[in-house]
């Protein structure tokens, strides 16, 4: 009995090793996001994004749910974003991967707020009648979200979600979490 104990202990040790070894392999530098978690992790305290300019909350349409807090229904929902909108801020036509436009959070039911990822966007103004190339990251495009609907229809955004801070079923790149309440 002691015999096949060990055998097994001998044979299952090595498959168990190889297992954790090679998961800290995958979790130690291959994560392409992590300069962005690094970057962010301060923002993880509201006071400190607001030092850094993240000072507007988005305000909602009764189509989300009114508020703050962006919902659709069974799809899930993206929380409440924090938006660096001064002059001369993160929102404008460049992209910077370590620099979302905004932050994005979920209340708490203490009322704080809990940072769950990032949004970035990406406006570029059409009137001159460029073409407006979509942008992308991390291997993602960006998703088309035309302002025409908001009355403005000679500004384009792309937009791309990351959920760095939440999982998300649907993918870290999804719009839409269903683990986010309002």
């Known amino acids: ?80 974003h924090q938006l660096d909108t001064r002059p001369g801020g993160r929102l404008d036509a460049t992209l910077d991967p370590v620099n979302p436009e905004a932050l994005l959070y979920e209340r708490r039911n203490d009322g704080t707020l809990k940072l769950t990822g990032v949004e970035y966007i990406v406006a570029q103004h059409t009137a001159t009648g460029a073409p407006v190339p979509r942008p992308s990251l991390y291997g993602q495009q960006f998703a088309d979200t035309n302002l025409a609907r908001f009355g403005d229809p000679s500004t384009n955004v792309w937009t791309l979600h990351a959920w760095v801070f939440k999982p998300n079923p649907g993918g870290m790149f999804d719009p839409w979490n269903t683990r986010v309440t309002c």
């Open 1 to 80: 009995m002691r015999v096949r104990a060990l055998w097994i202990v001998a044979l299952v040790l090595p498959v168990v090793g190889a297992v954790v070894v090679s998961s800290i392999a995958l979790a130690g530098g291959q994560d392409e996001l992590a300069p962005l978690r690094n970057a962010i992790a301060p923002y993880h305290d509201i006071e400190a994004a607001k030092a850094a300019g993240y000072v507007t909350e988005l305000p909602q349409t009764d189509a989300f749910g009114g508020g703050t807090c962006i919902a659709n229904g069974d799809q899930g929902a993206m929380g409440i």
